[in-house]
C-alpha cells in the first residue's frame, strides 16, 4: 500500500504544480495586445485670443489703463481654425492664449 501512495503522491505533485502554473500563462485583462481608443470624430477645433485695449480712467494721476478682450475662435476643421487664429494674431498687440486644439462633443 505504502507503494500505491508513493506512486499517487509522485503523480499528484506534478499535476499540482501544473495547475498553479497555469495562470502565468493566461492572457491579462485586456487581451495580449490593448487596443487603442479610436479618436473622437466629433467636436470642434477652438482658439483664444486676447488683446489689450488702453483707456484713461478719470482719476488724479491721468494714467493709462487696460482692458484686455478675448475672442473665443470655434471651427469645424482644423484647417479653419488656423486661418482665424492666423488673421487674429497677424493684428498688433493679440497674443495667443489657446492654440487650436480639438475639442469633442
Same mark, same amino acid.
Given at each position: #500500500?505504502?507503494?500505491? #501512495?508513493?506512486?499517487? %503522491?509522485?503523480?499528484?505533485?506534478?499535476?499540482?504544480?501544473c495547475a498553479a502554473a497555469l495562470p502565468l500563462g493566461a492572457a491579462p485583462p485586456g487581451g495580449l495586445?490593448?487596443?487603442?481608443?479610436?479618436? $473622437?470624430?466629433?467636436?470642434?477645433?477652438? %482658439?483664444?485670443?486676447?488683446? %489689450?485695449?488702453?483707456?484713461?480712467?478719470?482719476?488724479?494721476?491721468?494714467?493709462?489703463?487696460?482692458?484686455?478682450?478675448? $475672442?473665443?475662435?470655434? %471651427?469645424?476643421?482644423?484647417?479653419?481654425?488656423?486661418?482665424?487664429?492666423?488673421?487674429? $494674431?497677424?493684428?498688433?498687440?493679440v497674443t495667443v492664449v489657446d492654440y487650436c486644439t480639438f475639442v469633442p462633443y
Open positions: #500500500m505504502s507503494t500505491k #501512495m508513493r506512486r499517487s %503522491a509522485r503523480t499528484l505533485l506534478p499535476l499540482l504544480l495586445s490593448p487596443v487603442t481608443p479610436s479618436p $473622437a470624430t466629433f467636436g470642434t477645433w477652438e %482658439a483664444t485670443v486676447r488683446w %489689450a485695449q488702453p483707456h484713461d480712467v478719470q482719476g488724479p494721476t491721468g494714467s493709462v489703463h487696460y482692458t484686455y478682450t478675448y $475672442a473665443h475662435i470655434s %471651427a469645424t476643421t482644423q484647417d479653419s481654425c488656423e486661418v482665424q487664429l492666423d488673421g487674429y $494674431a497677424s493684428q498688433r498687440g
